[in-house]
């Protein structure tokens, strides 16, 4: 491998370098011989060369060009090593494998394209497992509970389409370049079979796009007057029936359940975008 470069920040290049901490990651995925694993921003081969010959294949997205060109140059005599070079968010998983959905994904990625990351990941057809390396404060986002100040469109887009768990921390001194904040170990499952048909998730992009932006407003109103909704207000009283919601709540009293339920009524009352 050749000679590794200082750092860059603009990549969120905070490499990883307790090999304790990095066998633990892997173990973390579980993944074996009858694995198919996608690696995120492997970097200078921190969780690469743990995963490489433990898995069955192996492809690693790397956007650094240096980077990624020493990656090439090592695992090239291997068959079951892919190394892409591109950005992550360009790549749809369905192009790196016929069967998305038992595809594991790892990664300890760039902490400033942490949530397009994740987002990216949870879009159809979607992934079977996810292990991530993610700053302290965006696993407490996801995870934070219904009515916290934490609790908003990061929490509800990720636990409507997946189950998460917060694995284990990471304290800042396993990096370097040390990073400015901790970080944890997350697991996300996508939830099999899919909660919502192809167009309520759009409908559900939309309500968790509107009702956080006027997070501060009630239900109501973000349901008939913002204008990526528009509903009728009339449907309004027989929506919240039908689905046992109050109208007076804001947006952070609704449950993933609460948006789910009311994403799968919704296409019957919006207006086409
Ligand atoms: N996996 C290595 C480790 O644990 O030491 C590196 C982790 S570092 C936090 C994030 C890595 O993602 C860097 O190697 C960076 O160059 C790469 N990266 C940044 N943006 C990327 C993108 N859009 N697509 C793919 N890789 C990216």
Request: glycine content about 8%.
């Amino acid at each position: 491998m050749r000679a590794p470069r200082s750092a860059k920040r603009s990549l969120g290049q905070n490499f990883l370098v307790d090999e304790n901490l990095q066998r633990k990651i892997v173990t973390a995925l579980g993944a074996g011989p009858g694995d198919e694993v996608l690696e995120i921003g492997p970097g200078r081969g921190a969780l690469t060369r743990h995963l490489a010959g433990r898995v069955g294949r192996l492809t690693a997205i790397e956007l650094d060009d240096h980077l990624a060109a020493a990656l090439t140059e090592e695992f090239a005599g291997r068959p079951d090593v892919r190394i892409v070079h591109a950005d992550v968010l360009d790549v749809d998983l369905d192009t790196l494998t016929a069967s998305p959905g038992s595809l594991k994904v790892v990664g300890n990625i760039p902490y400033n394209i942490t949530t397009p990351i994740i987002f990216h990941l949870l879009r159809r057809p979607r992934p079977g497992e996810i292990v991530l390396m993610v700053q302290d404060d965006v696993a407490e986002r996801i995870v934070a509970p219904v009515g916290t100040k934490e609790y908003g469109a990061l929490s509800v887009g990720v636990r409507t389409v997946a189950q998460v768990e917060r694995l284990f921390k990471v304290g800042r001194n396993a990096f370097r370049p040390v990073p400015g904040v901790d970080s944890c170990i997350i697991r996300i499952r996508p939830t099999v079979p899919e909660p919502l048909t192809a167009a309520e998730e759009e409908g559900l992009r939309r309500l968790v796009r509107a009702a956080f932006q006027w997070r501060r407003k009630q239900l109501r109103k973000i349901l008939r007057d913002h204008p990526d909704l528009a509903c009728p207000e009339a449907a309004l009283a027989v929506l919240a029936e039908r689905l046992g919601l109050a109208l007076e709540d804001r947006p952070e009293r609704l449950t993933p359940e609460h948006f789910l339920r009311l994403s799968a009524a919704l296409p019957e009352v919006l207006r086409p975008s």
